[in-house]
């Protein structure tokens, strides 16, 4: 069972003068919702308040599991409509746009979400990436299996580019409704929305939808949405040829050095030995965002060199998709299956590679979880790419 909402809160932000209680319920909302890993990883999800006639989103670089009023941004919501009724848009022109609609010019850039936030007709908003939604959506049956579970309760939407490409979707869709009320919006290989009058309610009617699909999945496959408990850290000194070569090779390949950990249980174990793992995990990830951190796909086996082979090979095939040049990131693995090292993260930091081996450990119980329900897809290769390489992150990149 998931975390309730209750009249305290452990971690709530001191009320100070000109503090809106409607601000600080949005961030007690998030810090909620943050503090279930099933439902938000890493920076993941966001939240939004409408007030008057401005909205205060979560802003970028803030994490969901320890957000404070401080960490949403105040928007003017004619000039985030102003932004929407345009029929396209770049990436940087989206982010120069919501810079511009700022209340305050020195706050944090808010979310790439930001106007699918504004355009709901609710106060409050909440974004998730919860594993039991992904789990639906991420197979072959998931108009099925949304149907069952949820009936008329949510919007079911395919997948499509974050930012203003969903919030037009999003807007063409919800004006289809015609009156018909729903709960929730699910985005396939995404995540869910909420909404209500309040943070509140709009979180009770998150916990309420993922519940119904965990129970869903848990009465079909028997998979349930919880830490292992057999889980456990493998050091150097339990595996140090292996670890030690995989990062060896891995930082050769990446032009700078990572760090190699690994998590060991028998669920990891069953999961890499798996006479069909190359090709479940070869689909692609469970959703979109973790390609950024762990590239589209892992390694399975040792075969590093191969593996960097087959990484320029997708660059190649993709490049053209973009308008602009790019330039490939490293072809070094960041994820690694292994029959005796269970699943090995790489990273640039040690925080890097426990993010990555996170991330993971909850993708092979999303991807176990819809293979058992039908069979497991992922978005195709090419839309991975375009998240993998969107402007954003080619401007970190030449930054850099």
């Known amino acids: 069972m998931r975390t309730r909402w209750s009249s305290t809160d452990p971690d709530a932000v001191p009320v100070g003068e000109g503090l809106s209680q409607d601000l600080i319920e949005c961030a007690r909302a998030s810090r909620l919702l943050g503090s279930d890993s099933y439902l938000v990883l890493h920076g993941g999800g966001n939240s939004s308040v409408k007030i008057g006639q401005a909205i205060y989103v979560k802003a970028s670089g803030f994490d969901m599991r320890t957000i404070g009023p401080e960490g949403f941004s105040g928007l003017d919501r004619a000039a985030l409509d102003t932004l929407l009724a345009r029929d396209t848009m770049t990436d940087a022109d989206l982010v120069s746009g919501l810079r511009a609609a700022l209340l305050d010019p020195v706050s944090a850039t808010p979310s790439i979400e930001t106007l699918l936030h504004n355009l709901l007709p609710f106060r409050s908003v909440l974004h998730s990436h919860a594993d039991p939604i992904v789990t639906l959506t991420d197979n072959t049956d998931a108009h099925a299996l949304v149907a069952e579970v949820f009936g008329e309760d949510v919007l079911l939407l395919p997948y499509c580019m974050p930012g203003f490409e969903l919030a037009k979707l999003v807007q063409n869709e919800w004006a289809k409704l015609e009156g018909r ?29 993922i519940e119904r699909a965990e129970r869903f999945i848990l009465q079909r496959t028997g998979i349930e949405f919880v830490d292992d408990p057999e889980e456990a850290e493998l050091s150097w000194k339990d595996a140090p040829v292996g670890l030690r070569s995989l990062a060896v090779r891995g930082s050769e390949l990446a032009g700078t050095p990572l760090i190699a950990c690994a998590l060991v249980s028998p669920t990891i174990a069953a999961f890499v030995r798996r006479a069909d793992v190359t090709d479940i995990t070869q689909r692609g990830p469970s959703t979109l965002e973790h390609v950024i951190r762990t590239k589209r796909v892992p390694q399975v086996g040792a075969d590093v060199d191969g593996y960097a082979q087959a990484y320029a090979e997708y660059f190649l095939r993709n490049q053209s998709r973009s308008a602009t040049p790019l330039t490939m990131l490293d072809p070094a693995p960041r994820v690694i299956l292994d029959p005796v090292l269970g699943i090995v993260s790489l990273g640039r930091t040690d925080k890097d590679a426990r993010i990555v081996q996170d991330i993971y450990r909850h993708t092979i119980r999303v991807i176990a979880a819809a293979e058992a329900l039908s069979t497991y897809l992922a978005i195709t290769e090419g839309q991975s790419f375009d998240i993998e390489y969107w402007d954003l992150e080619q401007a970190k990149l030449h930054r850099a």
């Not at 995540?191 to 998150?206: I, P, V």
């Open 181 to 209: 009320e729903v709960r929730g919006i699910v985005l396939a290989h995404h995540g869910l929305f909420t909404f209500g009058d309040t943070a509140q309610q709009a979180y009770e009617r998150q916990i309420d939808l």
